[in-house]
């Protein structure tokens, strides 16, 4: 006979009911009650698909840097696309922002999520605090080792890109990235570099610039920009793919500001296909992705029982527009 509710409430010195309320992760616990019962629980090798009890609340977490929706409209498609799923499977979702100083426990507590799905860039230390809360965890737009996570093929969207810029007859490309501390923006940055070796060029690491981490990234961008066209017109680039369509956006303004034609003097290529994008003048070449599907496919890879694979890579796609077309190899 398998072990029973009974044999781990005796282990762990409480009640029946305070074993159920701990697997099943509801409120009325302390969180030292809880993780000493779940952890009786396993060492007893109670059937663990009851510590995985039925999800009814999720919390959406993100960092306090991204959540002004109106500058960044990135993820607030990627909540949308949560919200839709957790509709779908009557799950009620929550949105909470926080920083590095604040106590994300606490926080979480008042939320009383049975799981929760982390978007973008978080700090490590968080992210560790998170995986010892012991709930269903789902990384989205981010990754670590041993965590369900669903992100873009940011590198192949970046390698889509670049091979573009090559066959417009462009050779000293540019590239204006963010903190390379966000998973999403190395892995650009890696399909940037490894784009010039498939080509069988060299890559100039002068042309690789970063965004100053105490700007906004608007002013950021504008400022790496402009340093590149300082460094003369022979170091200049004669195109640019920007981490994002924000910073390729802001870029553009300061090469048009500088008397430089789009694409005719520099061609300019962003990634995320926001709506500004289309808009523009010229209209921004762009690595176009499906943000709502990121949302979507996080909540249904976090309810999975057992996932044939836990990180997962969805597709990309070039959308060419004005910025890079017309230029003559």
Not at 158 to 163: F, S, V
Not at 307 to 325: D, F, W, Y
Request: some cysteine; charged content about 20%.
């Amino acid at each position: 006979m398998g072990t029973t509710i009974r044999d781990v409430a005796r282990a762990a010195s409480v009640s029946i009911g305070t074993v159920s309320r701990a697997l099943k992760n509801q409120p009325g616990l302390s969180d030292a009650t809880r993780t000493r019962v779940i952890e009786v629980a396993r060492s007893l090798g109670y059937d663990p698909a009851q510590l995985r009890p039925r999800i009814r609340r999720l919390t959406f977490l993100l960092h306090r840097q991204h959540n002004n929706f109106a500058a960044t409209p990135f993820f607030s498609h990627v909540l949308h696309g949560v919200e839709d799923a957790c509709r779908e499977r009557g799950i009620v979702p929550s949105l909470l922002t926080a920083g590095p100083t604040e106590d994300v426990v606490q926080q979480l507590r008042l939320h009383a999520p049975d799981a929760i799905a982390v978007a973008g860039f978080v700090e490590p230390e968080t992210l560790a605090t998170l995986t010892a809360m012991q709930r269903p965890l789902v990384l989205i737009d981010l990754w670590a080792p041993g965590l369900r996570s669903v992100n873009l093929d940011n590198a192949a969207g970046a390698g889509l890109a670049m091979r573009h810029l090559f066959t417009q007859g462009h050779k000293r490309i540019a590239f204006i990235g963010g903190s390379l501390a966000h998973f999403s923006i190395a892995q650009r940055a890696l399909g940037y570099r490894r784009a010039f070796f498939e080509a069988g060029l060299l890559f100039d690491p002068s042309l690789e610039v970063n965004i100053d981490a105490g700007l906004d990234p608007d002013a950021g961008a504008s400022l790496a920009m402009q340093r590149l066209l300082d460094a003369g017109e022979s170091a200049r680039p004669d195109a640019v793919f920007a981490y994002n369509d924000a910073a390729a956006l802001a870029a553009m303004r300061v090469c048009l500001a500088n008397g430089l034609r789009v694409p005719e003097d520099i061609a300019i290529v962003g990634f995320d296909d926001i709506p500004g994008a289309a808009h523009a003048s010229p209209p921004l070449t762009t690595v176009a992705v499906d943000k709502e599907a990121l949302g979507r496919r996080g909540v249904a890879l976090l309810l999975e029982d057992a996932p044939g694979e836990t990180e997962i890579r969805l597709p990309v796609q070039l959308i060419t527009r004005a910025s890079t077309l017309g230029r003559q190899p």
